[in-house]
């Protein structure tokens, strides 16, 4: 067989890459000194893949994207700015970062960790959300132990 007459087309499983790149997201801001809890709800009814405390008690939220499908159809985005200083999209390496729109920060992860690879510009929030937001971010972490 010749090389001409040989394609490969790498197919990534949906759950498998955003359970991939959900958990090297998390492990990333771990790294950076961040809490994270994976799946918050957010008081407008949304869920937020990855909603991260910082020591300071600053506000980090990360959209897991699994594909450029995924991307384009989900236009929720937007609504996670109210709940957060910061809002960074993670995808897996193999994601069209060209497809991604400039503001929010860059995450790139795989399993095993990820990388920052444009900030994400910082809005900080209310204090009165603030500490809403972090009572019920404690809560829910709380909650989480007694389920395991």
């Known amino acids: 067989m010749s090389a001409a007459a040989l394609h490969l087309e790498l197919v990534f499983s949906r759950p498998e890459t955003t359970a991939s790149v959900t958990r090297g997201a998390a492990r990333l801001l771990a790294d950076m000194g961040y809490a994270p809890?994976?799946?918050?709800?957010?008081?407008?009814?949304?869920?937020?893949?990855?909603?991260?405390?910082?020591?300071?008690?600053?506000?980090?939220?990360?959209?897991?994207k699994?594909?450029?499908?995924d991307y384009r159809v989900d236009r929720k985005w937007p609504e996670y700015a109210p709940f957060c200083d910061a809002f960074f999209f993670a995808v897996a390496a193999e994601f069209p970062q060209t497809l991604l729109p400039d503001h929010?920060?860059?995450?790139?992860?795989?399993?095993?960790?990820?990388?920052?690879?444009?900030?994400?510009?910082?809005?900080?929030?209310?204090?009165?959300?603030?500490?809403?937001?972090?009572?019920?971010?404690?809560?829910?972490?709380?909650?989480?132990?007694?389920?395991?």
């Open 37 to 64: 809890l994976l799946e918050v709800g957010l008081p407008n009814g949304r869920r937020a893949d990855v909603m991260a405390l910082g020591r300071k008690g600053d506000i980090v939220i990360c959209e897991v």
């Open 66 to 69: 699994s594909g450029p499908e």
């Open 104 to 148: 929010p920060g860059l995450i790139v992860a795989d399993g095993f960790g990820g990388a920052v690879i444009r900030d994400a510009p910082s809005t900080p929030l209310a204090p009165a959300r603030r500490k809403a937001l972090t009572l019920a971010f404690a809560r829910l972490a709380a909650l989480r132990t007694l389920r395991d």
